[in-house]
């Protein structure tokens, strides 16, 4: 089994940053691409950023310019770097990944529990 958890979410202002951090552990052989999502209340979940095995990123047109997203093959962990926050960027963030595992071996996707990430005015 793997598990995902997220951390760093929290209150902030807008124009504000934070970052979240996702580490993965368990049962893991390789980590393939790598995924932030958000869900708004009310409204679907959707993807924000990817960042590949081999670092290629992709991002959202709503967060362009201001989220980063990168990774730690070592640590099996991704980060989401956000600058320059909007109210409309508040959601709960998701992380998401496709795992190859050991025990049992395969490729799977995995969600983690997700962060609270709230941009006040």
């Known amino acids: 089994q793997v598990q995902l958890v997220e951390s760093g979410g929290g209150l902030v202002q807008a124009g504000g940053s934070l970052r979240l951090s996702c580490a993965a552990s368990g049962s893991i052989s390789k980590i393939n691409a790598m995924h932030w999502y958000r869900q708004a209340p009310g409204k679907q979940r959707e993807l924000v950023a990817t960042?590949?095995?081999?670092?290629?990123?992709n991002y959202a047109d709503s967060v362009k310019g201001r989220f980063t997203i990168s990774r730690d093959n070592a640590k099996n962990t991704v980060y989401l770097q956000m600058n320059s926050l909007k109210p409309e960027d508040t959601a709960v963030y998701y992380c998401?990944?496709?795992?190859?595992?050991?025990?049992?071996?395969?490729?799977?996707?995995?969600w983690g529990q997700g962060t609270q990430v709230t941009v006040s005015s």
């Open positions: 960042i590949t095995s081999g670092g290629s990123t």
């Open positions: 998401n990944a496709d795992v190859w595992t050991i025990v049992p071996p395969g490729l799977r996707n995995y």
